[in-house]
């Protein structure tokens, strides 16, 4: 059974600070590995999307990596503002979905960028 | 263009009731997912569509609940005899195609359902 776990469960930075999340899977086969983004109240918002033959996406300040062998894969954060504050999901799809991209999700970080 | 729409986006009902929550994907997107987060809790997956059949259900949590999709489009899902656990965030998600590696799924506002 594939379990997706995310450290830290909560952080808390000054802004400008440059900063990483953690999520780990526990079944490599995986088709693809996403991070989204939660604002209270709100929906997913799809971040980055990474295949699983592909070693790190980026889109400006973000930059998420994947070690598939390992399980891991890590968001890094540039330059950390106000704005970023909100809870970041990981998720992952894979054989074990039954061939189709039914996501396993992370518990969440729940980030605070304080002024 | 439009995204993912729920409604309604607050729902408080009492234990016993009915209720159902439904979910506008986007257009031309073929397959559809619910997903429910309890408070403090992860996602969890609860049904996928491909077009108007639903392959896996192995999510939904109870006979209580169940989901239909009408015209490969509009989704509902109905929870019945409601009770104080299915409080919870109910998320629907489209995407593309429903498989392959670049696939992503497209998340609505979600639906906030609380039994009292």
């Known amino acids: 059974k594939q379990e997706v776990t995310q450290i830290p469960a909560a952080l808390s930075v000054p802004e400008g600070e440059n900063l990483v999340l953690n999520c780990s899977f526990t079944d490599s086969a995986i088709y693809n590995l996403q991070w989204f983004r939660q604002d209270p109240g709100k929906g997913l918002t799809s971040l980055l999307l990474i295949q699983s033959s592909q070693r790190e996406q980026t889109s400006g300040r973000l930059n998420a990596s994947l070690d598939k062998s390992s399980g891991r894969s890590t968001l890094y954060i540039a330059a950390s503002q106000p704005g970023d504050s909100a809870t970041y999901l990981c998720a992952v799809s894979g054989s074990f979905s039954g061939g189709y991209n039914k996501l396993i999700f992370g518990a969440g970080t729940r980030l605070a960028v304080h002024p | 263009g439009a995204g993912v729409s729920q409604s309604p986006s607050n729902k408080v009902t009492e234990k016993g009731k009915d209720v159902e929550l439904r979910c506008d994907p986007i257009s031309g997107h073929t397959a559809l997912y619910w997903y429910r987060q309890r408070l403090g809790q992860g996602l969890e997956f609860l049904i996928y569509f491909q077009g108007n059949s639903a392959p896996d259900k192995s999510g939904l949590p109870s006979d209580r609940f169940s989901a239909e999709r009408t015209g490969g489009s509009v989704s509902t899902l109905t929870i019945q005899r409601t009770q104080q656990e299915d409080s919870a965030v109910y998320l629907c998600?489209?995407?593309?195609f429903g498989g392959g590696n670049t696939d992503t799924q497209y998340f609505g506002p979600g639906t906030r359902l609380t039994v009292l």
């Open positions: 998600a489209s995407s593309l």
